[in-house]
């Protein structure tokens, strides 16, 4: 805030100057008392100005509708919507978010600086604030064949930009721990600055989380117990409670929520797909599942906005004197459904949709993404001497997997044959950054496919192309629709193309609206259920790509092979 907007808001809280808008008739959700209180509020050059009556140059009636403030999500990736920012800022923002924290995380291991250059380009001046972190393990792993690698000195042009908070997810706690030199590095960096480290450490504890701590990390989204969320609030950490498309975690944690720990507790996403946004929502839905189970509304709203705030540093989340004035008008604090949507004291939604469309900005630098070796002939050959193999095995629901063995019948030149297999799909992934034609290629069960073939270039956490299918032929025609279209999602059978959503930028996101990407999802789910066979209870998209995250236990596939997480190393497919 300027020197001369603070002297502004000094008049107009003190009476002797009218504010730009008066709210009147509101129950204001006081987030720092927690309380509702029925008092007029002024607003005044995009913040609040004070919670009495004030002359005002436009006054609103609330009509005894709740005023609270703009709803945050802590952790996200946007690109994990399938949709670029303005897209995405069109689908939440008329569910009252208004405000995320963003790792550009998925992009930047496709596309590296260019990539972090269009996140921070295309979101700025749109109607969701977009905050980030700064990725901080691109790539994931050694073990994968990312687009890009960022360093220390990669991202040190970035830590003194106006909307980064910090660093993003810590995921190399074994780094922080070991004390890895290009860790420390920048944990260094954003220290240096006096910036926030997130953390991400599953079922870490005991004196190895203390050292995480110890480090500098403050938050962690990755808590899958009750135990571990209270532990890290021991330690003073922040903790977010996920509810998002893959992970979903909220209400196996809200337990772990005390009135005493309730101030270091906060909602995330973490990913939030087309289907989520449009038919289950944003952070709304976060409310509406914690008041369900059991927490206090008001108390809810402070974990969906002034917690947010605070474990970041932001002037918001609170309807308050000399906060920014972001905020959403309720009818109730039950289903948590938005009327009106104001950021910085301007309506900016009502009724569920943006009063203005988003302008869509350019994005030349991360199309055409693709950039593949031309595939062999024997590119799907997957040769098993033994005639016995290791299997991922699926399991519904969830990212785990299973490490299987199963006796597989091959061809006379020792080749898979999916034919004579039911019940195993070949896996292959597919080396698409740099051309170098590298493929692994490996076997899953309980996927379930038959007939034809899914692949896609959404591939955590290195986003190349994977693909399942007992079809070669369906397989090789998946992938090179891809080449031709620059990534997206595609499903084969018969020699044609049965069901496709083109994601034109970086293989990732689509220009499209949330809910056309949701309509072309439904339709693929339904065929790929329908008439490829695979179980009503295995998402067949997220599924797929999540085969090819090698953190993850227990085997999964990267372009290099097959990868034993347990081990943390490559194996063999062939069991011999």
């Given at each position: ?9 000094i ?39 004070g ?60 596309g ?12 700025d ?79 870490l ?14 938050s ?75 927490l ?22 609170a ?62 050959d ?19 997997t ?85 990534g ?18 970086g ?45 993850i ?15 943390f ?8």
């Amino acid at each position: 805030m300027d020197t001369r907007t603070r002297t502004r808001l000094i008049d107009v809280a003190a009476g002797r100057e009218p504010a730009d808008l008066l709210i009147r008739n509101a129950r204001v959700v006081d987030v720092f008392g927690g309380a509702i209180l029925k008092t007029p509020v002024s607003i005044a050059g995009g913040y609040f100005a004070g919670l009495h009556e004030v002359e005002a140059k436009k006054t609103i009636d609330a009509q005894g509708r709740y005023m609270v403030p703009g709803l945050m999500d802590g952790h996200v990736h946007i690109e994990s919507s399938m949709l670029v920012p303005e897209r995405f800022a069109d689908a939440v923002v008329p569910r009252g978010t208004t405000t995320v924290i963003a790792d550009p995380h998925e992009i930047a291991n496709v596309g590296g600086r260019e990539a972090l250059d269009y996140m921070f380009r295309v979101s700025d001046g749109l109607a969701l604030d977009v905050r980030f972190n700064l990725p901080s393990c691109v790539p994931a792993t050694p073990f994968e064949d990312a687009g890009a690698t960022l360093t220390v000195d990669d991202l040190a042009p970035y830590i003194n930009h106006a909307r980064v908070l910090g660093l993003a997810e810590m995921m190399n706690f074994p780094g922080v721990i070991c004390k890895d030199p290009d860790v420390l590095g920048k944990l260094d960096l954003a220290f240096s600055r006096n910036k926030r480290v997130d953390g991400h450490a599953p079922g870490l504890g005991g004196r190895e989380l203390d050292a995480y701590v110890t480090a500098g990390v403050h938050s962690d989204h990755e808590c899958t117990s009750v135990e571990e969320v209270r532990e890290r609030i021991s330690r003073g950490m922040f903790v977010h409670l996920r509810q998002g498309s893959a992970v979903r975690n909220l209400a196996a944690l809200l337990p772990g929520v005390t009135l005493a720990g309730l101030r270091r507790c906060l909602f995330c996403t973490d990913d939030a797909h087309p289907e989520t946004l449009v038919g289950e929502g944003h952070m709304d839905r976060h409310l509406c599942l914690a008041v369900a189970g059991g927490l206090d509304p008001v108390l809810a709203i402070i974990m969906a906005t002034l917690n947010v705030a605070e474990c970041y540093g932001l002037n918001k989340g609170a309807i308050a004197p000399g906060r920014e004035a972001d905020f959403v008008l309720m009818q109730d604090l039950k289903e948590f459904k938005a009327q009106q949507v104001y950021v910085r004291g301007k309506l900016v939604a009502e009724r569920g949709r943006m009063l203005h469309a988003t302008p869509l900005r350019p994005s030349e630098a991360l199309i055409r993404s693709v950039r593949l070796a031309p595939l062999p002939g024997d590119a799907f050959d997957l040769r098993l001497a033994s005639g016995r193999a290791r299997v991922i095995g699926v399991q519904p629901g969830s990212l785990l997997t299973r490490d299987l063995e199963r006796d597989v019948q091959v061809t006379a030149e020792g080749v898979f044959d999916p034919s004579r297999n039911p019940g195993l799909n070949l896996l292959a992934v597919i080396e698409r950054h740099h051309a170098t034609g590298k493929i692994g290629l490996g076997l899953v069960e309980g996927y379930g496919l038959k007939d034809g073939a899914v692949a896609s270039t959404v591939a955590h956490d290195s986003h190349n192309i994977v693909i399942a299918g007992d079809d070669t032929a369906a397989m090789r025609l998946a992938v090179e629709t891809l080449r031709e279209q620059g990534g997206g999602v595609v499903i084969c059978r018969g020699g044609t193309v049965a069901g496709n959503l083109p994601l034109p930028v970086g293989g990732l996101m689509s220009t499209a609206s949330a809910a056309e990407v949701n309509a072309i999802l439904t339709d693929m789910t339904r065929f790929a259920h329908a008439e490829l066979g695979i179980p009503a209870n295995v998402d067949p998209f997220m599924a797929l790509s999540f085969l090819s995250l090698p953190v993850i236990p227990a085997l999964k596939l990267t372009a290099r092979g097959l990868f034993d997480v347990q081990r943390f190393g490559f194996a063999p497919v062939d069991v011999q």
